[in-house]
C-alpha cells in the first residue's frame, strides 16, 4: 500500500519560513517524478513545484521561483519544499504527490502565513 505523510505546515509570520516533508513508503521513491501542489479555499489544487525522478529537472510556480526548493532524499523516501520568505498569498493547503494527479496523494498540509 502506497502512503505518503506530509507534515511540516504551520502558522508562521510573513517573511518566514517552513521546510515540508513528505515520507513515502510502499514504493521505491526513486522512480517517481514528484511534485507539489496547494489549494486555496474554493479553488482547484495548484501545481507548485515539480523534480523528475533523476532530480535533473525541475519546475516551479513563477509566483514561488526563487523562494521554494522542492527536493528529494532517495535514501530516506522523503521529498521536501522548502519555501522562504513567504507572503499571505502562500497561505494554502500544499499536497505532496508522486507519478502525477491520478497517482498518489497525501494527506496535505496546512501552511498559514501572517500578515
Known amino acids: 500500500q502506497v502512503q505518503l505523510v506530509e507534515s511540516g505546515g504551520g502558522l508562521v509570520e510573513r517573511g518566514g519560513s517552513l521546510r515540508l516533508s513528505c515520507v513515502v513508503s510502499g514504493v521505491d521513491l526513486s522512480t517517481y517524478a514528484m511534485r507539489w501542489y496547494r489549494q486555496h479555499p474554493g479553488e482547484e489544487r495548484d501545481l507548485v513545484a515539480y523534480?523528475?525522478?533523476?532530480?535533473?529537472?525541475?519546475f516551479y510556480l513563477p509566483s514561488v521561483k526563487g523562494r521554494f526548493t522542492i527536493s528529494r532524499d532517495n535514501a530516506k523516501s522523503t521529498i521536501f519544499l522548502q519555501m522562504n520568505n513567504l507572503k499571505s498569498e502562500d497561505t494554502a493547503v500544499y499536497y505532496c504527490n508522486l507519478g502525477g494527479p491520478n497517482r498518489y496523494w497525501g494527506q496535505g498540509t496546512q501552511v498559514t502565513v501572517s500578515s
Open positions: 523534480m523528475d525522478s533523476f532530480g535533473r529537472s525541475t
